[in-house]
């Protein structure tokens, strides 16, 4: 199929999610996005790496902005091909898989790149895959370990939705296995046995006890959270357990780095006796660098409407690399990976418009 990307975005958005990728199925629509690159924008280097698609103007300017989206979405769940209709709050709306997480984003990205007649910056476009599933097979984790210059910039935007508002940095997450041991007995004879779920009553309590950190970074309130969000233990109805678990997981504010949000966890278990902390998985947070000139502009663009990003997302590969980055897209976070999955029209032409004014020349 052939992507208009100058045509309105949101019926731009439309084509791309009537183009299935569910996540390692990007192909199909990395073609698609590849070929209207190449054929509808001037001035851009295009590369294609696996199913990433890459672009990039090499005018001199003295700054460049990156513009990154992931191409994958969930599973379907039914709600294939797009719809259009009317929400009784917003308007005209465009429902099915992808708009919200991210193809109202990519859409956006792509519209801006072929419509804008004078960039004010250098423009990079990054189209990658593998977001949606495990962080070893995610696309902008390949670039950035194989193609690092392509990642360069002097800030990132990352269409992840956002309801049309500038969400900077993100928090941290770490995944924690608290386990607890006793010994095994007979559950006629109970009192011979040292029952390990009934030692995890004192884990449960700091969890539920726990008091979650506020922080304030460059404007932007970042609300911690520490959560049990799996727990297990017996085996068999009738044996008292010698080992149970509880899996927490610390949404911790990036002014901790994962160092720090280990210690802090780990501390809170220390003193139980028979108990063991193990980290299952970790991965830092991103500062929201508001203060950077090329993010503060944007913000500007925006008519100063921002706030924390709540969750992780790969702005903090961005900030890994000390590039200062924000969340930028159309739809309601809370609707992504749902069936019912939407975006109001209002918004994908909104964050078009503020990226336009944003990406363009002075006078332009």
């Known amino acids: 199929?052939?992507?208009?990307?100058?045509?309105?975005?949101?019926?731009?958005?439309?084509?791309?999610?009537?183009?299935?990728?569910?996540?390692?199925?990007?192909?199909?629509?990395?073609d698609a996005v590849e070929e209207a690159l190449r054929e509808q924008t001037s001035g851009f280097a295009i590369e294609r790496r696996g199913n990433c698609v890459l672009a990039r103007t090499n005018a001199g300017r003295s700054r460049r902005v990156l513009l990154a989206g992931h191409l994958d979405t969930v599973p379907s769940a039914g709600n294939l091909p797009a719809r259009r209709f009317v929400d009784p709050e917003h308007g005209p709306a465009l429902a099915?898989?992808?708009?919200?997480?991210?193809?109202?984003?990519?859409?956006?990205?792509?519209?801006?790149?072929?419509?804008?007649?004078?960039?004010?910056p250098d423009l990079t476009l990054i189209f990658y895959d593998n977001e949606e599933v495990a962080?070893?097979?995610?696309?902008l984790g390949h670039l950035a370990r194989d193609v690092p210059q392509w990642l360069e910039a002097d800030v990132a935007i990352l269409g992840e939705p956002t309801a049309g508002l500038i969400e900077a940095g993100c928090q941290g997450t770490l995944r924690a296995r608290v386990a607890t041991s006793g010994r095994r007995a007979h559950s006629a004879r109970s009192w011979l046995g040292d029952d390990a779920i009934?030692?995890?009553?004192?884990?449960?309590?700091?969890?539920?006890?726990?008091?979650?950190r506020e922080v304030d970074i460059d404007g932007c309130v970042y609300r911690e959270g520490l959560s049990a969000t799996r727990i297990g233990g017996g085996v068999a109805g009738n044996v008292i357990p010698d080992e149970a678990w509880v899996e927490v997981n610390f949404r911790f504010a990036p002014d901790r780095d994962?160092?720090?949000?280990?210690?802090?966890?780990?501390?809170?278990?220390?003193?139980?006796?028979?108990?063991?902390?193990?980290?299952?998985?970790?991965?830092?947070g991103a500062l929201p660098g508001l203060a950077h000139p090329a993010a503060a502009e944007l913000v500007e663009a925006a008519s100063g409407k921002f706030r924390a990003k709540y969750g992780w997302t790969d702005v903090s590969r961005f900030a890994a690399l000390g590039i200062p980055s924000v969340n930028f897209g159309p739809g309601d976070p809370n609707l992504a990976h749902t069936k019912e999955e939407w975006a109001p029209e209002s918004q994908i032409h909104e964050v078009a418009d503020v990226l336009s004014r944003y990406l363009a020349a002075p006078g332009v």
């Open 1 to 30: 199929m052939t992507l208009r990307l100058n045509s309105d975005p949101v019926e731009l958005t439309q084509a791309l999610v009537d183009v299935p990728s569910e996540s390692g199925q990007e192909a199909a629509l990395a």
């Open 96 to 120: 099915g898989l992808g708009t919200v997480d991210m193809k109202s984003g990519c859409a956006v990205f792509l519209h801006v790149a072929a419509t804008i007649a004078d960039l004010g």
């Open 135 to 139: 962080a070893d097979r995610n696309g």
């Open 198 to 212: 009934h030692r995890l009553a004192p884990v449960l309590a700091i969890l539920s006890e726990h008091q979650a």
């Open 258 to 284: 994962v160092d720090q949000a280990v210690a802090y966890v780990r501390g809170l278990f220390d003193q139980l006796p028979q108990t063991r902390f193990e980290v299952v998985d970790a991965a830092p």
